[in-house]
């Protein structure tokens, strides 16, 4: 598979070394609009892209992609209140989207096992609140996989209506706390709490090494599943019914 990377950041980087590995080849790397006058060509010699560029710029490149109707992943977070918007283009352009707010295959696990433990929790008597730690030159907060995680517990807590990045004692709030350490790479934390005792269900990456393995194998199966896609319609985990 030849592939363009849009954002050779961090997370770029680590998805040239996961895609090697895998025995891909890189055709293009894309971090500015100067990049797309120049490389165009290469871009479209390639059988998807994989974008981990900023808030800024993604909706750009999935245009662009879409326009060239070139698959796309989208790491980046930051834009999914254009969700509905990119999946009209993406029928419009008959093009292929999958987006995830993180593409690692623990993170996902750590999803299903969330949603699985919010069913269970769902009418007890204890408070589930959100704590994120990432390196300090993140530039969202909270997090993506924060939100989502957020996103999935108030889908099911019946008195969860909403999430705020931040603490407080509002019990139709689902708190968040950002916090922005060193080299942190991700740590995402999930409790509940009533008086009597708490909960735990805790996530951490080691490395940048599973998003950008989890990104390249998104790319294989996008080309085998054309249309708009979310990481869960990848990692369709067949969890127990509650």
């Known amino acids: 598979m030849k592939i363009a990377i849009l954002g050779y950041g961090k997370m770029g980087e680590q998805v040239e070394i996961a895609a090697k590995t895998l025995h891909h080849e890189i055709v293009a790397y894309i971090d500015s609009e100067e990049d797309w006058n120049k490389n165009s060509a290469l871009v479209q010699t390639a059988d998807a892209a994989i974008e981990f560029s900023t808030p800024q710029t993604v909706l750009d490149n999935i245009n662009k992609c879409l326009q060239l109707h070139l698959p796309i992943v989208v790491g980046t977070t930051g834009w999914y209140e254009h969700i509905d918007d990119i999946r009209q283009q993406c029928q419009q352009w008959q093009g292929s989207v999958l987006y995830a707010s993180n593409f ?6 750590f999803f299903a096992l969330n949603a699985a ?6 009418g007890y008597n204890y408070d589930v609140s959100i704590e994120e730690i990432h390196h300090i030159n993140k530039k ?3 997090s993506g996989t924060a939100i989502t995680l957020a996103n ?5 807590i019946d008195n969860k209506k909403t999430w705020i990045n931040e603490m407080n004692d509002n019990p139709q709030e689902l708190s968040i706390k950002s916090q922005r350490l060193n080299n942190n790479v991700g740590t995402h934390i999930v409790t509940y709490q009533s008086d009597m005792d708490a909960i735990e269900i805790k996530h951490t990456a080691f490395n940048r090494k599973g998003f950008a393995m989890g990104a390249v194998k998104g ?15 990848m990692f369709n985990f067949n969890t127990p019914a509650i």
């Open 104 to 109: 690692s295959l623990g993170v996902n696990l």
């Open 219 to 233: 790319a294989e199966w996008l080309l085998q599943h054309p249309g708009f896609h979310s990481i869960k319609d």
């Open 152 to 156: 999935d517990i108030i889908s099911v």
């Open 140 to 142: 969202d907060a909270p």
């Open 117 to 122: 433990l919010a069913h269970i929790m769902n």
